[in-house]
C-alpha cells in the first residue's frame, strides 16, 4: 500500500481545511487507516482512525468535534476534515494503514506527511 497525502497549507484559526490521502494498491479496503502528526519539537501522535468499513472511528482528544475522518474505498481515499482549527494543530499530518488501533505500531505503511500551519 502506498500513501499520499494532499491538502496541507497555512490558514487561519477558526478556520477549516480537508485533508486528503489516496492510497494505491489492491488491498487498501481491507486495512484500517489513521491519522497521525508531528508538530515542532514534539513526538508523532496519534489523531483520527476507522476501520476497514468506516466503522468506528477514534478520535484524540484534543480533535474531538472539531475533526471527521472518513474513507472512500471504491476511490481509494481517505479523507480528514477539520472545523475550528487551532495554532496548536500546526504539525505535519500523516497518512497510515494497517491494524485498527490508537498507536503507531498499528500501522505499516505511511505516507510522506502534509504540513499544516494554523497562523494568524
Known amino acids: 500500500v502506498q500513501l499520499v497525502e494532499s491538502g496541507g497549507e497555512l490558514v487561519q484559526p477558526g478556520d477549516s481545511l480537508r485533508l486528503s490521502c489516496a492510497a494505491s494498491?489492491?488491498?487498501?479496503?481491507?486495512?484500517?487507516v489513521a491519522w497521525f502528526r508531528r508538530a515542532p519539537g514534539k513526538e508523532r501522535e496519534f489523531v483520527a482512525a476507522?476501520?476497514?468499513?468506516?466503522?468506528?472511528?477514534a478520535y484524540a482528544d484534543s480533535v474531538k468535534g472539531r475533526f471527521t475522518i472518513s474513507r472512500d474505498n471504491a476511490k481509494k481515499l481517505v479523507a480528514l476534515q477539520m472545523y475550528s482549527l487551532k495554532p496548536e494543530d500546526t504539525a505535519v499530518y500523516y497518512c497510515?494503514?494497517?491494524?485498527?488501533?490508537?498507536?503507531?505500531?498499528?500501522?505499516?505503511?505511511w505516507g510522506q506527511g502534509t504540513q499544516v500551519t494554523v497562523s494568524s
Open positions: 494498491g489492491s488491498s487498501f479496503s481491507i486495512y484500517a
Open positions: 497510515a494503514a494497517g491494524s485498527y488501533g490508537l498507536t503507531e505500531r498499528h500501522y505499516d505503511w
Open positions: 476507522v476501520n476497514w468499513s468506516g466503522q468506528f472511528p
